[in-house]
Structures are given as C-alpha cells and as structure tokens.
Nanobody, 118 residues
Framework: QVQLVESGGGLVQAGGSLRLSCAAS????????MGWYRQAPGKQRELVAT???????NYADFVQGRFTISRDNAKNTVNMQMNSLKPEDTAVYYC????????????WGQGTQVTVSS
C-alpha cells in the first residue's frame, strides 16, 4: 500500500509562485509515473504534469512553461514549482502515482488547495 502526503498549497497573488511537494510512503517502483492533477470547483479532475523514474516529463498545454515537475527516486518524492500563477490555476491539486505496466495501480493523495487571487 502506498500513501501520498502533499504539502505546499496556499494563497498567492496572480503572478506569484508556489512549490508543491508530495512524499510517498511504501514502495514506488521504477515502472510508476508520479504526477500532479488538479480539480477546480464544478470541473473534472485534469492532468497537470507527470514524470517517470527516467525523468521523462509530460505537461498539460495550459502549463505553458510556467510549472516544473521534478522527482527524487531515492526519496520517493515529487515536487512541482509553479510560477506566474493565474487565477484560473485555482484548484485542489492532487499527487498521483500510477503504474505504467501490468499489474496496473494508481494512488492519490488527499489534495492540497491552491488559490490564486487576482
């Protein structure tokens, strides 16, 4: 069983920065991707960014170079530096671990609120 604990959310003005962190307890295999998703009120949860153990990254189009995801395989942590934040980035951000091979599995953190004021 894997548990994910997020931290780093908060309130920031537009144009500001936040750094989200996620620590995983339990075994994270090299075949798993780690990443961040977000869900705004009334909207579906959407992918923000993912990273493999080999440090291959994938970003949503709306990131537009503002966010940087990183991963420490030895510490089982994934971080995301968010710069140039916009009010539309306001959402609950969830850490995710997802297997890329069979058997498939996915784990979610409890979420951390990010609020960007205009």
């Amino acid at each position: 069983q894997v548990q994910l604990v997020e931290s780093g959310g908060g309130l920031v003005q537009a144009g500001g920065s936040l750094r989200l962190s996620c620590a995983a307890s339990g075994a994270i295999f090299s075949t798993a991707a780690m990443g961040w998703y977000r869900q705004a009120p009334g909207k579906q949860r959407e992918l923000v960014a993912t990273i493999t153990s080999g440090k291959t990254t994938n970003y949503a189009d709306f990131v537009q170079g503002r966010f940087t995801i990183s991963r420490d395989n030895a510490k089982n942590t994934v971080n995301m530096q968010m710069n140039s934040l916009k009010p539309e980035d306001t959402a609950v951000y969830y850490c995710n671990v997802r297997s890329l091979v069979v058997p498939s599995y996915t784990y979610w953190g409890q979420g951390t609120q990010v609020t960007v004021s205009s």
